[in-house]
């Protein structure tokens, strides 16, 4: 099983900026895609940022130019940077596993399950 543990999050005015962050507790020997989704009150979860084990990013379209993903293999943690953030970013984060990766020497693996950390609330006012 994999833990994730996210920190970071907290409340911001319009236009600041707060980094999330993903560690990675498990140690295993497929180094995982990861993904963010948000989910904010009386919504669907909704995908965010994806970046794989290369360093290869994705955005949904809100949030293009605004968010950067990245990772730090080595220490199996991931980062979600958020910059002029609006009040329709106000959500709770979820990071998350992909089932693919690679594992130390290059090669292709799969987790047969998505895993997800415990969330962190962001929250933008006007």
């Known amino acids: 099983q994999v833990q994730l543990v996210q920190s970071g999050g907290g409340s911001v005015q319009s236009g600041g900026s707060l980094t999330l962050t993903c560690v990675i507790a498990t140690i295993t020997y497929c180094r995982l895609d990861m993904s963010w989704y948000r989910q904010a009150p009386g919504k669907e979860r909704e995908f965010v940022s994806r970046?794989?084990?290369?360093?290869?990013?994705d955005y949904a379209d809100a949030v293009r130019g605004r968010f950067t993903a990245s990772q730090n293999s080595a220490q199996n943690v991931v980062y979600l940077q958020m910059n002029s953030l609006k009040p329709e970013d106000s959500a709770m984060y979820y990071c998350k596993t992909e089932k693919s990766g690679v594992t130390p020497d290059g090669g292709s693996c799969r987790q047969t399950t998505n895993y997800w950390g415990q969330g962190s609330q962001v929250t933008v006012s006007s």
């Open positions: 970046i794989d084990s290369d360093g290869g990013a």
